[in-house]
T-cell receptor, first 113, second 111 residues
Framework: GAGVSQSPSNKVTEKGKDVELRCDPISGHTALYWYRQSLGQGLEFLIYFQGNSAPDKSGLPSDRFSAERTGGSVSTLTIQRTQQEDSAVYLC???????????FGQGTRLTVV | GDSVTQMEGPVTLSEEAFLTINCTYTATGYPSLFWYVQYPGEGLQLLLKATKADDKGSNKGFEATYRKETTSFHLEKGSVQVSDSAVYFCALKLTGNQFYFGTGTSLTVIP
């Protein structure tokens, strides 16, 4: 597609439920990133995929969070047993390999009630 | 480790005022440097970038120069407009690594 696509754009879930957030990167981009932006806060790194290399998971805040990237393209971020503190905007970005700029999707606003 | 330190806000300026948002970085290698902007209700957009020392990135009247000697990448604009009201993020990237973002600086321009 023309840009990074994320779905859903908004998600309201009950505490304790699992959620899946999807990211469809720009075609040809080998790198994919997930960040989290809480209200009025900066960007918190979650996970980074680069080609077929093992992902950098160092930013995942707990073992309730996991992500995968199938076929080097679409990525899914899964949050199990959601908590209220998980409420945030989850941003996905993609880029070519190297020090090139990342292109961001519009984000998924997750609200845990 | 690698990191970005960004001037804290919020910043409020009158239209046509001069803008500077300070950004300094710490990096183990030779990073590329970026400024991203987030307009109200929108996602992050690349504003400008510089890939090596002494490069100047520019876009929409904004400029930033990659200063290796001071490890800085300060954002400047000579005359801000109301439409520049947004949150500005400084970021660095090393090959094979994630992007490291500053905490963001909120700018409000009043008529």
């Amino acid at each position: 597609g023309a840009g990074v696509s994320q779905s859903p754009s908004n998600k309201v879930t009950e505490k304790g439920k699992d959620v899946e957030l999807r990211c469809d990167p720009i075609s040809g981009h080998t790198a994919l990133y997930w960040y989290r932006q809480s209200l009025g806060q900066g960007l918190e790194f979650l996970i980074y995929f680069q080609g077929n290399s093992a992902p950098d998971k160092s930013g995942l805040p707990s073992d309730r969070f996991s992500a995968e990237r199938t076929g080097g393209s679409v990525s899914t971020l899964t949050i199990q047993r959601t908590q209220q503190e998980d409420s945030a905007v989850y941003l996905c970005a993609s880029s070519f390999y190297g020090n090139t700029e990342a292109f961001f999707g519009q984000g998924t606003r997750l609200t845990v009630v | 480790g690698d990191s970005v330190t960004q001037m804290e806000g919020p910043v409020t300026l009158s239209e046509e005022a001069f803008l500077t948002i300070n950004c300094t970085y710490t990096a183990t290698g030779y990073p590329s440097l970026f400024w991203y902007v987030q307009y109200p209700g929108e996602g992050l957009q690349l504003l400008l970038k510089a890939t090596k020392a002494d490069d100047k990135g520019s876009n929409k009247g904004f400029e930033a120069t990659y200063r290796k000697e001071t490890t800085s990448f300060h954002l400047e604009k000579g005359s801000v407009q109301v439409s520049d009201s947004a949150v500005y993020f400084c970021a660095l990237k090393l090959t094979g690594n994630q992007f490291y973002f500053g905490t963001g600086t909120s700018l409000t321009v009043i008529p």
